[in-house]
């Protein structure tokens, strides 16, 4: 940076009135100039004996008051033209960074510029980023960046987002990251990468491959300037939970009605990948004791179930094509004097064995279509992770059945990373309700598993993109462990929380009033925050901006069930009296 001299670019000089340290300064705005919030400053200062340092600096708070007014009705006179007063502008300055590395303060009266091109870029650290992934634009409509370094693993993994339902565009945000991703080109080999989005409230997530209708020229234009495309995802799958009582297991959607296929897992599955203890996954369950009989039950299936290569089992005898014909086995052997030692262990109570059962038969009527040995050619229905983009609809279950699914497909996919032993194809996971899944207190297999995607994916290759409303009633350990952190609107009780102590004080208040659209981003390579505004997706985002889709091809990779009108004539329906 040049010398900052008096010209068109001074914006104006340090205050001498308020002091000046190497972490913040005071600037006074020069007459015929403004400074607002977020806007890049910089100075320069030669130290005795030194080579120049050049001083940057984000504005984070910005004032304006009456010189000369001693009382608050000498507002009044000074209009009035009674009493002589000046007004005067200040911008306080938070300081970024010091080129060459000589952390003293700017002097006052020294001259301050807005920084621009290079200086914008050294100001923000974006000149020490090799491979940056379009983060946003500023107010003034200049592009943001996130060190894909610390996304992808190389020096930190993970981005979480907070902020209030329904306003800070929590899952938006996630999936513009995403589409970054996928068509900046930041990636490389980007067709190789793939994302698992959990489509956990209404079909928002369900239209992410058809064009947005209401996408204007303005949102266009700010695609050109992030240098990304303004289109819909171009390699999605869907999969939806079989609508209740379908023998079909047609998918259950409402808008959606085509290119979505239905998931479940077989009896078989379900008892030689151990998965019994994903239905008991809420957090207090960890301090029953009846968990003890989860796990000798999960074994006992484990070793004595025979499959019978239809998705069926054959246990004690048995055969079992229902998930409630396997629990009344269970029940049975439990409830059996000579069998309850063999399959809950030895030493276990009477009580301890019914809450198990109780629990067991609750989560019945919310599981049964998703753990079945009863549909011809189930290997229809798994998912299959095969398109860039797979998206797994659990909106419209139970809270035991979302934590289910979300348990099973987060541990089959980590299974699967752990076994390849490769990074590649790096994984981005998408899961909203975050609270629900890691709470602060509390265990679970659920919980357990996120532990390790956000302590051990880096090095897997599975990137955690995790979203909340309260970070405060998360797990310490897997927001910790997320180098890049977003906001968006917050509570005002929420922002208090020792949770977003990575955000100035300003940044705080900022927070509680941000409009959607606009996040504040923290990255490591930053010392403070960055307030971001990301465009209007590109993408559906609900059934009413849903245009141009995928052509339906031979080679699609979701499929449907054979006979999409099996089960109309069972009375059962999506839950909106829709057949689909």
Known sequence: MSDATPGPELVGRVLGTEDATPLEFWVGVAE??????????ALQRTPPGRQPVNIYGVVSQVRARHEGARFDSDVFLIEDGVLPAEVSEAAQVLTTRFEPEVFVPPLPGQAVVKATGDDRDQALFFDRMERRLPAGLTRDDLP???????????????????????????????????????????????????????NVKGEDLLFLDHDNVKLDDTSRAKYEQLGLPASAFASVEMWAPPRRGAASAAPDTGARREGIGSFFWTLEEFCRDALLPFLFADAGDDRQQY???????????????????????????????????????????????DEAPRWAGRAVGVGTINAFVRRLYGSLRHVEDLIRGDVPHPE????????????????????????????VVLRRQFDAKEASGSPDPLTFIVLDELNKYAPREGSSPIKELLLDVAERGRSLGMILIGAQQTASEVERRVVANCAIRVVGRLDTAEAGRDEYGFLPTAFRQRATIVKPGTMILSQPQLPVPLVVEFPFPSWATRPSEAGRGPTPG????VTQPDDPFAGLDDGADGGDGMPF
């Open 32 to 41: 015929g100039q403004f400074l607002q919030l977020d806007d890049v400053v």
């Open 144 to 198: 943001v960046v996130i060190d894909l370094d610390f996304l992808d693993g190389t020096r930190g993994a993970h981005v979480n987002i907070s902020g209030v339902s329904g306003v800070a565009t929590k899952t938006t945000y996630a999936t513009f990251l995403l589409h970054g991703l996928f068509t900046s080109g930041v990636l490389g080999a980007a067709h190789n990468a793939k994302a698992l989005v959990f």
């Open 291 to 337: 968990t003890m009989v989860v796990d000798n039950v999960t074994a006992r299936l484990q070793r004595d179930a025979v499959p019978t290569g239809d998705g069926a089992v054959r246990l004690e005898g048995v055969t079992c094509r229902t998930f409630r014909e396997l629990i009344d086995v269970v029940r049975e052997r439990l409830e059996s004097e």
């Open 380 to 407: 229809r229905h798994t998912i299959r992770h095969e398109a860039q983009v797979t998206v797994v609809d659990i909106h419209r279950l139970n809270d035991r059945a979302k934590r289910f699914v979300v348990g």
């Open 554 to 557: 031979a080679d699609d990779i």
